[in-house]
């Protein structure tokens, strides 16, 4: 088991602007950022974010946890695990609302043979929800079963753009590779009980990691992210009085990311 915590001292903003950023990231691919900035260049000093808040970004409570908790475990893999993430799915929701059927990211170790594929399955609640686990299990099975339509899709996005990698994912889908089973539950603290892990270890057949994520007044967090990622695509327009309404700086103590804990779980229980 491994435990990732954060250093002593957190800033608040900084954090705060690095998730808006990456958030933006997740939903705008920047080809598209830089024509609408250049759209909404001359129409209003908020012009801009009010189009990404009503047409982009979700304002179903439920949609815009689970987006969130998609994108950051999405930089989790990448930027931490070292996993190659190349396709960001929030970029292809039709209505804001919607959310993208199909696996929530794909992760790939490419170097790796035969080539490892992770189907991690993200949950994110801002209360205590014992059955997450039981729930995200099940999930998971659905996404497995149809793994070849979720790399068809990923091998096609990324040759619509003409990135080579595109290629090699459709590969994989008559060449071997591995998978291995991911499950990441992104939790407010102050709801995470253990018995989510015992009922989750219940229902597996199979080797699978499982990754909690436990985060400190999660929903401001997440309203804070949505914020902040429409006044830094606001900022870029060339008005600045949007990126006024980012939070102002304030340290944070260690408690605003708890823990993430990593572990292996098998139908016998945690290990």
Not at 121 to 129: A, D, F, H, P, Y
Not at 134 to 161: I, M
Not at 197 to 211: F, G, I, K
């Amino acid at each position: 088991m491994r435990h990732l915590t954060t250093s002593d001292a957190v800033d608040q903003h900084a954090a705060d602007q690095w998730l808006g950023q990456d958030l933006l990231r997740n939903y705008v691919h920047p080809e598209e950022r830089a024509l609408l900035e250049q759209t909404f260049r001359d129409l209003g000093q908020t012009a801009l974010a009010d189009h990404l808040i009503s047409h982009k970004f979700p304002s179903d409570v439920k949609v815009r946890s689970g987006d969130f908790g998609e994108a950051l475990s999405g930089a989790w893999y990448r930027r931490a695990r070292r996993w190659c993430v190349p396709l960001l799915k929030l970029r292809f929701k039709h209505r804001p609302n919607q959310p993208v059927q199909g696996v929530d990211f794909l992760a790939f170790r490419l170097r790796e043979d035969p080539p490892v594929v992770a189907t991690p399955e993200v949950k994110t609640r801002l209360s205590k929800q014992l059955n997450v686990g039981v729930e995200a299990v099940a999930s998971l099975q659905g996404v497995l079963d149809d793994l070849p339509s979720s790399l068809h899709f990923a091998a096609a996005r990324l040759l619509d753009r003409k990135i080579a990698l595109g290629a090699r994912l459709g590969a994989l889908l008559v060449g071997p590779y591995r998978v291995e089973r991911h499950i990441v539950l992104v939790q407010d603290d102050t709801g995470w009980d253990e018995r989510i892990v015992e009922r989750l270890a219940a229902q597996l057949t199979d080797p699978t990691e499982v990754s909690v994520i436990r985060l400190h007044d999660l929903r401001s967090m997440i309203g804070r992210a949505y914020t902040t990622a429409a006044a830094v695509a606001q900022a870029r327009t060339g008005t600045d009085s949007a990126a006024s309404s980012a939070p102002s700086s304030a340290p944070v103590s260690a408690s605003a990311a708890r823990t993430a804990t990593t572990a292996e779980v098998s139908a016998a229980g945690t290990g």
